[in-house]
């Protein structure tokens, strides 16, 4: 069983930031990428950064100069440093990772639970 568990998320005004984090646990053989992906109400899920294990990061072009991603790979964690944050960031934040179980087992996509960030103008 793996589990991602994500904290950090709150209320802000516009231009202010947070830092959502999200920890893995369970049986973890190995992690290829963790990130982050958001979905506000009456939208679809989207992609916002992930950092792969290369230590590579791809952004949505709307962070892009504002949030940070990145892992503390001994703590199987990873962190996304948010600032000058916009009404339009308000959304659920979901935590991804793809995770090898076993050296023989496929990678999977694994999900948090999600944590609410509301942006206040």
């Known amino acids: 069983q793996v589990q991602l568990v994500e904290s950090g998320g709150g209320l802000v005004q516009a231009g202010g930031a947070l830092r959502l984090s999200c920890a893995a646990s369970?049986?973890?053989?190995?992690?290829?990428?963790m990130g982050w992906y958001r979905q506000a109400p009456g939208k679809q899920r989207e992609l916002v950064a992930v950092a792969t294990t290369g230590g590579s990061a791809n952004y949505a072009d709307s962070v892009k100069d504002r949030f940070t991603v990145s892992r503390d790979s001994a703590k199987n964690t990873a962190y996304l440093h948010m600032n000058s944050l916009k009404p339009e960031d308000t959304a659920v934040y979901y935590c991804n990772a793809r995770i090898k179980t076993g050296f023989y087992n496929p990678l999977r996509n694994y999900w948090g639970q999600g944590t609410q960030v509301t942006v206040s103008s």
């Open positions: 369970g049986s973890i053989f190995s992690i290829n990428a």
